[in-house]
């Protein structure tokens, strides 16, 4: 049998596509796994999980760890930090090629790409990522003790980080291009609740500036047109969230205008023998539950599709 053809590819290796891995490698399915980056994706970089049914809590590093040592156990091949060259996912046979040369086919498919989160894309939020500038407050808020920071955003993300990073922060300023905020009610009290919270509303963030690390930054009141520069020490950025599908915008798969994958039911896309799971698909709810619930969806889809081929 040909080493490099697989019954299913798993196209990620975040919870979805491990736990899509560790449907179809117990099923006896023959499945590789590829991953642009290291395994766990996002969940990687979430410092405790205490929302996951039946663990108390965790690190995501431990979480997805022992995900891959099981999806690894059931007889998955996992291939890590690959870098894709094309996708050719129309017909009996779809075809990734990698930019090694590798060469991997199978009659279906899983897209399990994730996402990233949103960035501002102002003058110096590049040069500052990582050295004042996060975009995960569970990774990075104690780093900040007794710090100031600026959150941006007015969303769920935004206020309840906001408020979990007051555990480390001196004072919190949540900046937000609207006068009103789109977070449920109960966010939005929990913030306004919080004494160490303020508020810069109306204005959107137009530079970062700073030497070896984020110093401040400069602003515009969206209301009045005026131009402002506030020192800080950290600016946490929640706008958002965008599906990891550059990959797939030159191939037929249907994505929306967010680029997010669109499917039926069944997970399954516009193209016969190709299903999504997890985050880089069109839905309304991000969590690694969800994840691993797509992940199981899609796997068992991709099952009976390769035995009723």
């Known amino acids: 049998m ?29 499945t590789l796994i590829l991953d642009t980056g ?22 995501g590093y431990q979480l997805s760890s022992v995900m891959k040592k099981q999806a690894k156990d059931f007889g998955c ?3 890590s930090n690959v870098r894709l060259k094309s996708l050719s996912l129309e017909g009996n046979e ?4 990698l930019e090694n040369g590798n060469i991997y086919t199978a009659p279906a498919v899983i897209l399990a790409t994730g996402g990233r989160s949103r960035m501002l894309n102002v003058p110096g939020e590049d040069s500052f990522k990582g050295r004042g500038i996060s975009y995960c407050a569970t990774c990075d808020g104690d780093f900040f003790q007794d710090k100031e920071i600026i959150v941006v955003g007015g969303g769920n993300s935004a206020l309840e980080e906001a408020v979990a990073l007051t555990k480390y922060a001196s004072k919190v300023t949540i900046l937000h291009e609207f006068d009103h905020f789109q977070a449920f009610e109960h966010a939005v009290e929990e913030a306004k609740a919080n004494p160490k919270i303020d ?15 984020l110093r401040g930054i400069e602003y515009k009141n969206l209301k009045t047109g005026g131009n402002f520069k506030k020192d800080i020490d950290g600016v ?24 997010e994958v669109v499917t039926n039911e069944n997970l399954q896309t516009n193209i016969e ?13 991000r969590q690694i539950t969800t994840a691993v619930s797509d992940g199981t969806v899609a796997a068992l889809n991709a099952l009976n599709f390769i035995q009723n081929r």
Request: contains cysteine; hydrophobic residues 40%; proline residues 4%.
């Open 77 to 79: 091949a996992i291939k």
């Open 199 to 213: 508020y810069i509303m109306e204005a959107h963030i137009t530079a970062f500036y700073g030497d070896e690390s």
């Open 236 to 259: 946490f950025i929640f706008v958002g969230y965008e599906a990891n599908t550059q990959a797939l915008q030159s191939t037929p798969v249907k994505l929306n205008k967010w680029n």
């Open 2 to 30: 040909d080493e490099n053809h697989f019954d299913v590819i798993v196209l990620g290796g975040g919870p979805a596509g491990l736990t899509a891995g560790i449907y179809l490698g117990r099923s006896k399915a023959k």
């Open 273 to 285: 023998g190709v299903f999504v799971a997890g985050d880089c698909r069109a839905k309304r709810y």
């Open 94 to 97: 779809k075809k990734v090629e």
């Open 38 to 59: 290291m395994p766990g994706g996002q969940m990687v970089l979430t410092y405790e999980i205490a929302n996951y049914p039946g663990v108390e809590n965790i690190s």
